[in-house]
């Protein structure tokens, strides 16, 4: 099976639309990302364990962009609010 992980960006309606043409097709969503109803398209939860992704910002050492700091701590905040950061073994699984 081909794995594909990029392509053209044309938004959530045209995604969906594309999964629900094509059945051997799927994506990975955020949980609490609302999403129209689409004819086709099952939304499957990933639970018991759910997965735990980590998201990182990645800049030259040598040449922060202006604004990191405020950027960093804006995104501190969001992960602690959105239990972005937060692992517990008996209800997340991370890969080895």
Request: with cysteine; net charge negative; hydrophobic share 45%.
């Amino acid at each position: 099976m081909e794995r594909r992980a990029s392509g053209p960006n044309l938004g959530l309606v045209p995604l969906l639309v594309h999964l629900a043409a094509t059945p051997t097709h799927f994506t990975l969503l955020p949980a609490d990302l609302p999403l129209p109803a689409v004819p086709g398209v099952r939304v499957v939860p990933l639970v018991d364990p759910t997965p735990l992704y980590v998201w990182s910002l990645v800049w030259p050492k040598e040449r922060a962009p202006e604004g990191l700091p405020e950027l960093l701590s804006m995104c501190a905040e969001l992960a602690e609010k959105h239990r972005w950061l937060e692992y517990e073994p008996s209800r997340d699984w991370l890969p080895s």
